[in-house]
């Protein structure tokens, strides 16, 4: 028979340590998937600096 020495967790802390568990996880996924996606993302001064290139480089006039 269980006696009260034997430690017994009621359902709650049960639920309590799942929904731990389960914060770890989603913030072990933002760390290794949302992070670098969004480190990958041209900034707006890449943006900036493509833009400024897109102009030819060259004195010639273009062929139409």
Known sequence: ????DDGYET???????????????????????LLPELEDEPSEDAAAETEAREEPETDKPLQE
Do not use: C, H, N
């Open 1 to 4: 028979m269980p006696g009260e």
């Open 11 to 33: 359902p709650k802390w049960r639920t309590f340590w799942l929904l731990i568990g389960f914060a770890v996880l989603v913030g072990i996924g933002v760390v290794t998937v």
